[in-house]
């Protein structure tokens, strides 16, 4: 590639949470970036910011089907799927759909345009571990046929069809193996425990905990975790990499810490625990830490001040249109 060849990335899913922050730092960082997005679950105003902006532009498209562009692309970054337990409740097929035929079309284009392709997989791949923290080397324990394995096995999947390519035919892929992350531009409606707690401690609603509150996450903030993408699509290694944060908390924890933040007076209820919701998250991060010189640097009190500051103007906006 001539230096001064203004690189080109493509990022499915580019108007979702995470796809929208790649988007704005890839564009910061000097890429032209074409935003590719069906808005199922994505949202147009998530990237309102760029589309002013030459060196970005938005197409929406379901990657499910195949993909033509003119030109040269130098990545693909595939970040298109619904992402959370409501919404792949609510898209079964389509969320294989995109994980298993989206994968393999964006595959197809990296490699006609030469490109790196990189795969925001996920720590779901694990299911409910057996083996914790949870490396990189660990196979899972997930139900093939439970509520989440629409997601779980379309991510595994995913996860298989870029190594086969990658193996066949020596293209340059990256997987990431993405952990719980938060931020501002997550949905209102998530449904993912952030999200929810904030919602409803900020309407002094009753906050639900699911189970008895003693699972856990590990809660990664999402300039943090874009930071570790952008690190591996450009360091030269194919095997998959954990990124998230070590900072383990358990649910009724967070509900009591996000409780507190909002100045809330909600009570906390109890409801019975979904099935095959896993007990325990947390990456072992060797692998970032040696290979992306990564970690996580955002405390957790300090990145869900900012994300109840964006829930808070949301919902401000939301209160003034309805009036």
């Given amino acids: 590639m001539a230096s001064a060849e203004v690189k080109r990335a493509v990022v499915t899913g580019g108007a979702g949470f995470l796809g929208s922050h790649l988007c704005e730092r890839l564009v910061a960082d000097g890429w032209r970036v074409i935003c590719?997005?069906?808005?199922?679950?994505?949202?147009?105003?998530?990237?309102?910011?760029?589309?002013?902006?030459?060196?970005?532009?938005?197409?929406?498209?379901?990657?499910?089907?195949?993909?033509?562009?003119?030109?040269?692309?130098h990545a693909v970054l595939h970040f298109?799927?619904?992402?959370?337990?409501?919404?792949?409740?609510d898209l079964p097929i389509a969320t294989l759909k995109v994980g298993t035929l989206g994968?393999?079309?964006?595959?197809?284009?990296?490699?006609?345009?030469?490109?790196?392709?990189?795969?925001?997989?996920?720590?779901?791949?694990?299911?409910?571990?057996?083996?914790h923290p949870q490396p990189e080397t660990y196979w899972g324990n997930v139900n093939p046929i439970g509520p989440r394995?629409?997601?779980?096995?379309?991510?595994?999947?995913?996860?298989?069809?870029?190594?086969?390519?990658?193996?066949?035919?020596?293209?340059?892929t990256r997987i990431a193996r993405i952990f719980n992350t938060f931020g501002p531009r997550m949905r209102l409606n998530d449904g993912r425990a952030v999200p929810n707690f904030l919602l409803q401690a900020l309407g002094n609603q009753p906050m639900t905990v699911y189970g008895d509150g003693s699972q856990t996450r590990s809660l990664c903030?999402?300039?943090?975790?874009?930071?570790?993408?952008?690190?591996?699509?450009?360091?030269?290694?194919?095997?998959?990499?954990?990124?998230g944060t070590t900072d383990e908390i358990t649910m009724l924890e967070l509900a009591k810490r996000i409780r507190d933040l909002c100045g809330s007076s909600s009570e906390i209820v109890f409801l019975p625990i979904p099935e095959d919701d896993p007990r325990q998250r947390r990456p072992d991060l060797m692998r970032a830490r040696t290979i992306l010189d990564w970690e996580a640097t955002t405390?957790?009190?300090?990145?869900?001040?900012?994300?109840?500051?964006?829930?808070?103007?949301?919902l401000a906006g939301g209160k003034s249109k309805a009036s």
């Avoid at 298109?80 to 409740?89: E, V």
């Avoid at 999402?222 to 030269?236: C, F, K, S, T």
């Fill in 299 to 314: 405390s957790l009190d300090s990145g869900l001040k900012k994300t109840i500051s964006y829930f808070k103007t949301r």
């Fill in 221 to 243: 903030y999402v300039d943090d975790l874009i930071e570790g993408v952008v690190r591996l699509l450009n360091a030269d290694y194919s095997d998959p990499i954990n990124l």
């Fill in 103 to 131: 994968t393999h079309n964006m595959l197809g284009l990296a490699r006609a345009k030469g490109a790196i392709f990189l795969l925001a997989s996920t720590s779901e791949v694990y299911g409910d571990p057996t083996v």
């Fill in 36 to 73: 590719v997005d069906n808005l199922v679950t994505g949202a147009a105003q998530n990237v309102r910011a760029l589309e002013h902006n030459k060196a970005f532009e938005s197409l929406q498209h379901n990657v499910s089907e195949p993909l033509y562009l003119d030109g040269p692309v």
């Fill in 149 to 172: 394995a629409v997601y779980d096995e379309a991510k595994r999947a995913a996860e298989a069809f870029t190594m086969a390519y990658h193996r066949t035919h020596g293209m340059k």
């Fill in 80 to 89: 298109a799927s619904p992402a959370s337990p409501i919404d792949y409740a």
